[in-house]
Nanobody, 122 residues
Framework: QVQLVESGGGLVQAGGSLRLSCAAS????????MGWFRQAPGKGREFVAR????????NYIDSVKGRFTISRDNAKNMVYLQMNNLKPEDTAVYYC???????????????WGQGTQVFVSS
């Protein structure tokens, strides 16, 4: 089992920045690929970004490329999502998730946090 707890969400104006954090506990953190997903009101959960076990490889959806950066600190069992130049369409509940492979689909991640709300005002 892996337990995940997100933090760092909040209200920000368009063009602003937020840094989301996800604290992991349980099994060896470096065994897992880590992903960030989001769910906007009335929509399904979508993949945002993922990072490989030791951070050498990252992957993003097109709409956040150049604005969001995923990173991890295995010594602290933490994964982060730095979000810059935020837009109203980034408004969503953001979730971190853990998987044993390099996946972009929600169903491939067995472990999830409870989510943190991000609201971007125009």
């Amino acid at each position: 089992q892996v337990q995940l707890v997100e933090s760092g969400g909040g209200l920000v104006q368009a063009g602003g920045s937020l840094r989301l954090s996800c604290a992991a506990s349980g099994r060896t953190f470096s065994n897992y690929f880590m992903g960030w997903f989001r769910q906007a009101p009335g929509k399904g959960r979508e993949f945002v970004a993922r990072i490989s076990r030791y951070g050498a490889s990252t992957n993003y959806i097109d709409s956040v490329k150049g604005r969001f950066t995923i990173s991890r600190d295995n010594a602290k069992n933490m994964v982060y999502l730095q979000m810059n130049n935020l837009k109203p369409e980034d408004t969503a509940v953001y979730y971190c998730a853990a998987a044993l492979g390099a996946f972009n689909t929600e169903a491939s991640y067995p472990y999830w946090g409870q989510g943190t709300q991000v609201f971007v005002s125009s």
